[in-house]
């Protein structure tokens, strides 16, 4: 059996494995940018360095945890000046709940 998560309305919400895997994607990024916060200006080269960073931490999950993950966009918000939107993709693997043999005679 495999583990399922309340949330059954798609594979990606419903598989622990897959919500386990965001999870952990998403807490290296937020201890990778932590040191940032409060402590700079937005500027280019903070924005530069963010980029390299955010590279930098996916680049040690993509193989183990995740299958592939990129930073799509770094960007100073336009309303809230004093924050910085980061929008990452991330794939993942899927678990193998079923297999289906086929044996023609």
Not at 73 to 93: C, G, K, M, R, W
């Amino acid at each position: 059996r495999h583990q399922l998560s309340t949330d059954v309305s798609t594979l990606k919400l419903r598989e622990f494995s897959i919500t386990r895997a965001v999870d952990y994607v998403a807490k290296v990024v937020r201890a990778q940018v932590r040191r940032y916060i409060g402590r700079n200006n937005i500027t280019k080269a903070l924005l530069d360095m963010l980029g390299l960073s955010l590279s930098s931490s996916l680049s040690s999950v993509i193989g183990s945890v995740v299958q592939g993950a990129t930073v799509d966009s770094i960007a100073q918000n336009a309303s809230n000046p004093d924050q910085v939107d980061v929008t990452l993709s991330v794939s993942v693997f899927y678990p193998c709940n079923k297999i289906t043999i086929t044996i023609v005679a």
